[in-house]
Nanobody
Framework: VQLVESGGGSVQAGGSLRLSCTASGYTYSSVCLAWFRQAPGKEREGVAAIDTDGTTTYSDSVKGRFTLSKDSDKNTLYLQMNTLKPEDTGMYYC???????????????WGQGTQVTVS
């Protein structure tokens, strides 16, 4: 199983970024996918998750600003991030697992991460 993230970068507060996570090595439509982030010195936190039926879950800190979607034909998960804040800075990881959860313990496979910096 491989998850490859892309789309990170540096933006000013109020800007937007779209992260992508391309998956391979398993039946894409049968797993739950999520984005997590980790800032320096802080624990990894769940940002958004999507169930196999397309149902999404967001953390309170990003609700209304971030939108999660997936393209099953391309085996790609997207995270559209709008109205970015400095506190959104961190390494963003894509993960695959069996529950549409914001708990990292429910995810078995992880990408290498993509850095997002908001100033």
């Amino acid at each position: 199983v491989q998850l490859v993230e892309s789309g990170g970068g540096s933006v000013q507060a109020g800007g937007s970024l779209r992260l992508s996570c391309t998956a391979s090595g398993y039946t894409y439509s049968s797993v739950c996918l999520a984005w997590f982030r980790q800032a320096p010195g802080k624990e990894r936190e769940g940002v958004a998750a999507i169930d196999t039926d397309g149902t999404t879950t967001y953390s309170d800190s990003v609700k209304g600003r971030f939108t999660l979607s997936k393209d099953s034909d391309k085996n790609t998960l997207y995270l559209q991030m709008n109205t970015l804040k400095p506190e959104d800075t961190g390494m963003y990881y894509c993960a695959a697992g069996t529950l549409p959860s914001l708990n990292s313990a429910h995810f078995d496979y992880w990408g290498q991460g993509t850095q997002v910096t908001v100033s």
